[in-house]
């Protein structure tokens, strides 16, 4: 399988940006997530999403300004960003996992998409 994120860019603090991420292969019976890696710093969790799309969760530090979704018809993920802080500048990744709760086996990252928010 292989994931693609897209969509990011350079915005002012304030604005909102949609991440894409297609994913080529099977994925309709993998939950999805969305995950970052700031300049420097580990690789963090951001949202996921359950099989169906009906569970979602998401790091403390989005909650309220981040919304994931999935259609899984056409195999796509998506991550609403509104509200974006200078803290949110990263490198975005999408993945898949077998069990939704277990972040460790979040997997599959493929190519990120850079997200840079200007104060």
């Known amino acids: 399988v292989q994931l693609q994120a897209s969509g990011g860019g350079l915005v002012q603090a304030g604005d909102s940006l949609r991440l894409s991420c297609v994913a080529f292969?099977?994925?309709?019976?993998?939950?999805m997530g969305w995950f970052r890696q700031a300049p420097g710093k580990g690789r963090e969790f951001v949202a996921r999403?359950?099989?169906?799309?009906?569970?979602?969760a998401y790091a403390d530090s989005v909650k309220g300004r981040f919304t994931i979704s999935r259609d899984g018809a056409e195999k796509k993920l998506y991550l609403q960003m509104n509200s974006l802080k200078p803290e949110d500048t990263a490198v975005y990744y999408c993945?898949?996992?077998?069990?939704?709760?277990?972040?460790?086996?979040?997997?599959?990252w493929g190519q990120g998409t850079l997200v840079t928010v200007s104060s």
């Open positions: 993945a898949r996992s077998p069990n939704y709760y277990d972040l460790r086996l979040y997997r599959d």
């Open positions: 292969g099977h994925t309709v019976a993998y939950a």
């Open positions: 999403i359950n099989r169906s799309g009906q569970s979602t």
